[in-house]
């Protein structure tokens, strides 16, 4: 269950967006995580799905509090899984505080994040590898021990082509290390990048760093050109890049990819392409309560310039346009969302996430769901303490056209679970789909999963969640 502090916090927000949602006739999209706080975004594309790794601002924080890392995943670039935290302070043995940004690859089957955290023994930052089997973990220490350590932060792993990969870190410096195929260890110690004017940009008014260059690295390469984007110029921070002929230079700097905006003096940037567009992940402090130590990811799609060069773009609440459609034939996890307003999530007993502490006039907002000849039947898991509260499905808005409404008895705890269904009308073609929920007072019910089914038919429920 979520804390009292979380809830708290939570419900100020939702209090906060209600008057939002008010004065403001379009719902934003971006951030693209409401429910809880989220930072140091570190996106890898894997079998058609952009899976994120996050940091988590805990509520009401002044400071950089971090305990734990967060996976989010997609297949649309606009409706979110929340896989939970499959790797925390915990993992790691050694470590004593500071789960900060990192970013993590897949190689032979397995998947590796590279964290920076404060250790035990020596109180300065390390960076540690976490490993596991699955792009959502749950990952586990690979070495028991750091890695890598030399008192700096927010590692970036690029694989280049011949298949030699760098580990690429620091703050106030940059420095890299060759890693080894095993992905754990590397050769030839720890290499300094040299930070020129001509490599990094100038900065001016601090003797001590002459560069723009200020942490955050994020390397990778496109059309055989590599790319260093970084936040630059503490404090507050802007997005800029540098690009190279080789992994390891020579740099040379290149402008600015995203000024100084959105509320929080931090910025982390994380470049893919997926399904034919480019997209660039940044954080502010866009959400309620939000700020320098109470950050939201958040996403824009853009296109490179033909000589290959990044243009310059702001943050917006509208986010990108959808990759793809959402089919609400197959079961899809309550935690998908593209909004969400009021809820929350926790571990589910079934495995998975579910939705919870649910109040009156929360829901969740699902887009670009293809219904195509239309939807007549609705099918949801559901736990409840409480009886006569209930699902109203909607499209539109919250408040849109009514297609149908599924009862939620009390099944005897808040998770002990069963599976309502009820008739829907209405639901054809695509458009957004909105969960709302209702009933007394207090939390209403928890939701695990949904799925439609068509022509009379009663949806054929996967056994198995949706892809994850």
């Known amino acids: 269950m979520a804390t009292t502090t979380r809830r708290f916090w939570t419900h100020l927000a939702v209090v906060v967006g209600l008057i939002l949602t008010v004065t403001t006739p379009a719902r934003a999209d971006n951030p693209i995580v409401q429910h809880i706080y989220t930072a140091d975004p570190a996106p890898l ?61 897949e190689r032979n089957g397995k998947f590796y994040w590279y964290v920076p955290v404060v250790t035990k023994a020596t109180g300065r930052p390390a960076i540690g590898v976490g490993v596991s089997d699955s792009p959502t973990g749950p990952f586990r220490d690979a070495l028991g021990r750091p ?44 290499n300094r990048i040299p930070l020129t004017t001509a490599g990094f940009g100038t900065r001016t008014g601090d003797p001590n760093r002459p560069t723009l260059y200020e942490e955050g690295p994020w390397v990778y390469k496109r059309n055989g050109m590599y790319y260093n984007v970084f936040a630059a110029k503490c404090c507050s921070e802007f997005i800029a890049y540098s690009t190279s002929p080789g992994p390891t230079g020579p740099w040379t700097y290149r402008g600015t990819v995203m000024p100084t905006q959105g509320s929080s003096f931090t910025n982390h940037p994380g470049i893919i392409d997926f399904k034919g567009s480019s997209y660039f992940f940044y954080h502010n402090g866009a959400l309620p309560g939000g700020g320098g130590f109470t950050r939201s990811v958040a996403v824009e799609k853009f296109s490179y ?129 909105y969960l709302r929920f209702s009933g007394g007072n207090n939390y209403l019910l928890n939701m695990n999963w949904w799925q439609f089914g068509s022509g009379g038919m009663s949806p054929q429920l996967d056994p198995k969640p949706g892809a994850q």
């Open 305 to 433: 310039n033909a000589d290959g060069t990044i243009p310059t773009m702001n943050m917006t609440t509208a986010g990108p346009p959808p990759a793809d459609t959402l089919n609400p034939y197959g079961r899809q996890e309550a935690e998908t969302i593209a909004w969400g307003n009021g809820i929350e999530t926790e571990a589910a007993s079934e495995g998975g996430m579910n939705v919870g502490f649910i109040n009156n006039g929360d829901y969740i907002k699902v887009k670009n769901v293809a219904f195509g000849s239309g939807a007549t039947l609705f099918a949801a898991r559901v736990a409840s303490t409480t009886a006569g509260s209930s699902i109203e499905v909607r499209s539109g808005s919250p408040t849109g056209a009514l297609a149908g409404r599924c009862t939620v008895p009390n099944t005897g705890g808040w998770q002990t679970w069963t599976t309502v269904s009820c008739p829907v009308s209405g639901l054809t073609g695509t458009r957004d789909l």
């Open 147 to 190: 890695l890598v350590e030399n008192g700096e932060i927010d590692p970036s792993v690029m694989i280049d082509d011949d298949g030699q990969a760098y580990l690429y870190w620091g703050n106030p410096n940059l420095s890299y290390v060759r890693l080894n195929t095993d992905m754990i260890s590397y050769s030839g110690g720890i």
């Open 45 to 105: 594309v894997h079998n058609g799905r952009v899976y994120l790794y996050t940091g988590h601002d805990e509520d009401g924080s002044t400071w950089f509090t971090m305990k734990e890392w967060r996976v989010w995943s997609s297949a649309d670039m606009v409706n979110w899984t929340d896989h939970g935290s499959p790797m925390s302070l915990a993992t790691f043995s050694w470590a004593k505080q500071d789960a900060w940004a990192g970013q993590a690859v």
